[in-house]
């Protein structure tokens, strides 16, 4: 045999050997990765921990339950486009979105709807309903001072997530919608009459009639006036009128 053969069939063994060196450490390295990747995935294995921002209804707890998130945590058991989905489907939040921080925290930013009314409703209840007309629960009482409530008006029987068709209702909604939290925050009360006249009663006790529902829109301005001279100014008001052209305030007569 020449020497040239013999140097082509070395060549040969040496690829064949380098071929299957090769393969054996992808096989490995396959292995590994494969192992690895179900070793994490185990539920068993506590990695990380979830923190909600911006959520005050929505807490970790509620983040877990909606999602079937077991405990201990796994981050890698958890898809984040899936909580996201989820939660955008719970009618109290508005927006959602999550980001990893370091070293193992998933982070759940969270925008709740807030309420704008409670107004009774059928079987003795009451619906928080939020500025888009949307039912956000139904509850047997008020839970708390988030919203005022609608007196002299029942919007019969509504489920959450139910949009609100009564026109009174819809334009005191929209109205409230048009005010900022510091103004929102005085009101106390909101009364709608037989005649369909609605009344706004300050927490400071002063009542502020705004006439019928059509005339809201109009009544905005105006009212966002009043509410700032109230709290910078001691009006020792009985009742203030907007359903002049020009406000009307009824003084309490001096004992």
């Known amino acids: 045999m020449s020497i040239t053969n013999k140097h082509l069939i070395h060549k040969r063994r040496r690829r064949k050997h380098y071929r299957a060196k090769t393969i054996w450490y992808l096989f490995c390295a396959g292995l590994i990765i ?15 921990h979830i923190v909600v921002e911006g959520g005050q209804a929505i807490n970790v707890s509620e983040v877990k339950r909606v999602d079937d998130i077991a405990e ?33 925290i998933l982070k759940v930013y969270i925008t709740e709807r807030k309420p704008a009314i409670y107004v009774e409703c059928a ?5 928080k309903v939020g500025y888009n007309g949307c039912v956000l629960e139904v ?23 139910d949009i609100i068709k009564d026109e009174e209702i819809w334009a005191v909604v929209k109205f409230l919608g048009k005010l900022d939290k510091s103004i929102t925050s005085q009101i106390a009360e909101i009364s709608i009459d037989n005649n369909d006249k609605i009344k706004i009663y300050l927490l400071s006790g002063v009542p502020i009639l705004l006439g019928s529902s059509g ?21 020792n008001a009985d009742y203030i009128d907007l359903t002049y052209s020009k406000p009307y305030v009824k003084l309490k007569q001096q004992s």
């Open 139 to 161: 509850t047997k009482g008020i839970k708390d001072a988030s919203a005022p409530f609608v007196s002299g008006r029942k919007i019969g029987n509504v489920y959450n997530g």
């Open 34 to 48: 494969f192992g690895s990747y179900y070793l994490v995935h185990q539920p068993w294995i506590a990695f990380g």
């Open 215 to 235: 005339e809201l829109a109009g009544k905005i301005n105006t009212f966002i006036i009043i509410c700032n001279e109230l709290k910078t100014k001691k009006i």
């Open 72 to 104: 201990p945590v796994n981050l890698f058991n958890i898809s984040r486009s899936k909580l996201e989905n989820v939660l955008r489907n719970d009618l109290r939040v508005e927006k959602v979105s999550t980001a990893y921080a370091w070293p193992n």
């Open 123 to 127: 079987y003795d209840g009451f619906a």
